[in-house]
């Protein structure tokens, strides 16, 4: 057995899953690989799954900055808890901002008929 395999099998199953599928939906997004919108979905569900208990920190944060689609589905997840923590503040900033002028416009619109 080569220091490779070694180390991997030292790997938790679950963080091996989520590293996985984090590759999987990064190699998707970056090369717009042909995929359906169900197939994509299910893809983003299992990874949601896989994501959603607790796992190491150290290296959930790693696999989350090399793979930003990962990283924003994790970020969603946790929204409630922390907002848009793992976004640079300029962005997040931004995109509250823009959520807010979205609301408050449907809320002109409707109250306009």
Request: hydrophobic letters at 45%; proline letters at 5%; aromatic letters at 2%.
């Amino acid at each position: 057995m080569n220091a490779t395999s070694s180390n991997v099998n030292t790997i938790p199953e679950r963080l091996r899953v989520v590293l996985t599928l984090a590759h999987v939906l990064e190699r998707l997004d970056r090369t717009g690989g042909v995929v359906g919108a169900d197939q994509y979905r299910a893809l983003v569900r299992q990874l949601e799954a896989a994501l959603a208990g607790p796992l190491p920190a150290a290296p959930l944060q790693a696999i989350l900055s090399a793979h930003p689609a990962t990283g924003e589905i994790y970020e969603n997840m946790n929204y409630e808890m922390s907002g848009l923590s793992r976004s640079p503040l300029e962005r997040s900033v931004a995109t509250e901002m823009l959520a807010a002028q979205l609301l408050h416009k449907i809320a002109r619109a409707a109250s306009r008929g």
